[in-house]
């Protein structure tokens, strides 16, 4: 059986990717989303959450290019004298090396962000993060510690098969280059990965897709993966959104890309080709 969690990233981030994953669970194949406790938009994300109980509500670890949610005080090393996270993984990853207590100070940030969501009323179906940041080891190894502290069972498996990315999009044209490079780095923290979700007990979907072609989600790139989609349960990342005002200030590099995936995830002919196909859609809620 095929199983499909199609998971919109940045919600809060503003008002038009707001709306934009709205559109997408009402009238595409948007089921589950994961909110920003940092997003400027973060409590218009929440009315959205509350008025839509059936869509699944994780939560965005944003470990970087965001402010961070826990006062400065509790963060002298994550965070700089204005609260802002590190700018770039690097930067994380380096200030990572520094200090032992860097650890505490990422659960620090990582349980704020949770509080927040969850005093809003958002009881989070799983967690991921922000650029993926929990394929670094440390990350990874206080998520997990956080998850199972909150009693969150579910957590994003953010590894792509780099082998088959080019034969899932159906030969359409994806710019790989730097992408290819981080993922293949990244693949060998896999099986630390592994060993932290057999420890933890936590739970995720089979097999991951959206990485590569995150900014080029476009309708034939979404149908080929669909068409080549594995048995089992497959989790696809997404960013779309309408392109606001605040969105276009922001520095984020997903603006038109947004209204892309979109289009993309609200196509009549990728809603016909799952049921061809017959993908089941859920959420991360339905995960067992």
Known sequence: MKQLIVNADDFGYTRGVNQGILRCYEQGIVRSTTIMANGQAFDAAVEIARAHPELGVGVHIVLVGEPAVAPRAKLPLLAD??????????????????????????????RAQIDRVRSA????????????????PPVMKVLAKVAEDYGITRVRMPFEDLRGVVRRLGGVRVALSGRSAFVLASHGNRPYFRRHLRRSRLR???????????????RDALLGILRSLPEGTSELVCHPGFVDAD???????????????????????????????????????ELN
């Open 81 to 110: 004298a204005l609260g802002q996270l590190p700018r770039t993984i690097r930067s994380l990853i380096l200030k990572s090396r520094s200090s032992s207590a860097f650890s505490r100070e990422i659960e620090t940030e990582m």
């Open 121 to 136: 009323g958002i009881q989070p179906t799983h967690l991921d993060t922000h650029k993926h940041t929990h394929i670094y």
């Open 204 to 218: 995720t979907p089979d097999h991951f897709f959206g990485f590569f072609a995150t900014g080029q989600l476009a």
């Open 247 to 285: 969105l276009q200030d922001s520095p984020t590099r997903l603006k038109e890309h947004r209204a892309i995936e979109l289009a993309a995830l609200t196509d009549p002919a990728v809603r016909k080709e799952i049921a061809n196909l017959g993908i089941r859609l859920m959420s991360y809620q």
